[in-house]
């Protein structure tokens, strides 16, 4: 009976539930092309250490070059007997090349490689995430430039409270962005340690250089503690943390869209191509996109608990259980790149009912700081005393049917004696708007700073 590549102490065949159990080959294929680009890695720093022939080296570059191939091309026979990807590419080459196929693995364990193999994966994602990210930003950005001036209920508690501009609203998510984008930056930072050469869990016997696998890999250096380093997915955790934050933002904005194109808002319309039609209601029109996305966001949250869930009772080093650590993983990757893709196309292909906007203004009596504002400076009063005086205001302005905004000098009189009529000035919303005029604030004035230092930070970013 031949025996399985991994399988020194196991005399009989598996059971086939312990197969089907133990197969991670149908997802962690995914990593096919980390798991060569570590092999050619290593084949290179065995064969610069004497521990491997150049003959055996050359064999092995040229036979993992075409297994590539093989798999690429679709050529590539997956066999559920092999347990894994590793042990798929490692048999294969083995075919290609005979014995030196079996030296391969010399200096090195699956669990160093494994853990290389996927450490690269999430590294390479999470820059193709920073880069969709970086065009989220642009779309935002671009749209919040074509409206710093249109006036938009600023809510809290979901009810009328300030007049803001539209711009400045979307200029809010681009900062979530921003942290989301610098999120990814510093997991790539944090995690460019390799560890190739840790083997099993205490490092190898064989003169190995971990500094020039590293180097051919692309990390900054190799990890310090074997042990650890076998056993860590901190990496794997921080983009599934990394990504439920991004898709937290992207719901939380899908939410504002449902809620801004219906048609008690009316405050956007989107395209008919991120919009569907009903089975039965012909009238209908549905925000499907930003509802799905809104969905979505609860995958990537259930992928970060269950790994979290996964490593919690995990005695060091290696342990089977972090079989279940790649498929939320690359579940939450791709979720999160289509998301940001589609949310990008949804934003510019966006249209802004500027007047329902502004409409809506004018119910809620936004500018009721601004009246108890004005009180304190220039009537002199204590800001309390202002604040219950224009809760009267308001009373007032319901009885007659009015906004705040809306009321004459005379009707303030009534309440307020003696007060001036630059009142009425205060009271006009965009006024009211462009009053707020601190740093970070909501006037045009300030939206405009904030989007051009938005455009300053996205010009000091390259792609990864």
Same mark, same amino acid.
């Given at each position: 009976m031949s025996k399985k590549i991994a399988s020194a102490r196991i005399s009989t065949s598996s059971s086939e539930l312990l197969k089907e159990l133990n197969n991670s080959l149908p997802f962690d294929k995914e990593l096919y092309q980390e798991d060569i680009k570590g092999s050619l890695a290593h084949s290179t720093m065995l064969m610069k250490q004497g521990i491997i022939s150049q003959k055996d080296y050359e064999d092995i570059q040229k036979g993992l070059r075409q297994i590539l191939d093989e798999i690429e091309s679709g050529e590539f026979n997956f066999d559920s007997d092999d347990e894994d990807i590793h042990m798929a590419i490692e048999k294969r080459l083995t075919q290609i090349i005979g014995d030196a196929g079996k030296r391969l693995h010399t200096a090195r364990s699956r669990n160093d490689q494994v853990a290389t193999d996927f450490r690269l994966y999430i590294l390479k994602n999470a820059k193709e995430l920073g880069n969709l990210t970086i065009g989220v930003i642009e779309?935002? @950005?671009?749209?919040?430039?074509?409206?710093?001036?249109?006036?938009?209920? &600023?809510?809290?508690?979901?009810?009328?409270? =300030?007049? #803001?501009?539209?711009?400045?609203?979307?200029?809010?998510? @681009? =900062?979530?962005?921003?942290?989301?984008?610098?999120?990814?930056?510093?997991? #790539?930072d944090r995690n460019s340690l390799s560890p190739l050469g840790c083997a099993a869990l205490a490092g190898t016997t064989y003169p190995i250089d971990r500094e020039l696998t590293s180097q051919i890999l692309g990390f900054k250096a190799p990890s310090s503690n074997c042990l650890?380093?076998?056993? $860590?997915? $901190?990496?794997?955790?921080?983009?599934?943390? $990394? /990504?439920?934050?991004?898709?937290?933002?992207?719901?939380?904005? !899908?939410?504002?869209?449902i809620l801004w194109?219906?048609?008690?808002?009316?405050?956007? %319309?989107?395209?008919?191509?991120?919009?569907? &039609?009903?089975? /039965?209601?012909? =009238? %209908?029109?549905?925000?499907? #996109?930003?509802?799905?996305?809104?969905?979505?966001?609860?995958?990537?949250?259930?992928?970060?608990?269950?790994?979290?869930? @996964?490593?919690? &009772?995990l005695p060091l080093a290696y342990n089977k259980d972090t079989q279940e650590d790649k498929e939320g993983v690359f579940d939450s990757i791709k979720t999160a790149k289509l998301s940001l893709q589609v949310l990008k196309e949804m934003v510019e292909q966006m249209s802004v009912n500027k007047d329902a906007m502004q409409k809506a203004c004018n119910s809620g009596h936004l500018s009721a700081t601004d009246l108890a504002d004005f009180l304190v400076k220039e009537q002199g009063m204590a800001f309390r005393d202002a604040y219950h005086i224009v809760g009267d205001v308001v009373n007032r302005a319901e009885e007659l049917g009015k906004d705040v905004s809306e009321l004459s000098i005379d009707e303030?009189?009534?309440? @307020?004696?003696?007060?001036?009529?630059?009142? /009425?000035?205060?009271?006009?919303?965009?006024?009211?708007m462009n009053a707020r005029d601190s740093f970070g &604030?909501?006037?045009?004035?300030?939206?405009? /700073?904030? #989007?051009?230092?938005?455009?300053?930070?996205?010009? !000091? %970013?390259? $792609?990864?």
């Open positions: 779309a935002f @950005v671009n749209l919040a430039s074509k409206n710093t001036d249109t006036l938009l209920p &600023g809510m809290t508690h979901l009810q009328h409270a =300030q007049p #803001i501009n539209f711009g400045y609203h979307l200029m809010a998510y @681009v =900062q979530m962005f921003i942290r989301d984008y610098e999120r990814f930056e510093s997991l #790539i650890d380093t076998v056993s $860590d997915r $901190d990496f794997a955790l921080e983009i599934l943390f $990394d /990504i439920a934050t991004l898709m937290m933002h992207i719901s939380r904005f !899908s939410e504002e869209v194109s219906s048609s008690e808002f009316a405050f956007v %319309k989107l395209s008919d191509s991120h919009s569907t &039609g009903s089975s /039965i209601m012909p =009238q %209908k029109k549905n925000p499907d #996109i930003p509802e799905l996305l809104r969905g979505k966001t609860g995958r990537a949250y259930g992928n970060l608990m269950s790994l979290l869930t @996964v490593m919690k &009772g303030l009189i009534e309440i @307020v004696p003696n007060i001036d009529e630059k009142a /009425i000035e205060v009271l006009d919303n965009r006024a009211c &604030g909501t006037s045009s004035k300030q939206t405009k /700073i904030q #989007i051009e230092l938005a455009k300053k930070w996205l010009n !000091s %970013k390259e $792609d990864f």
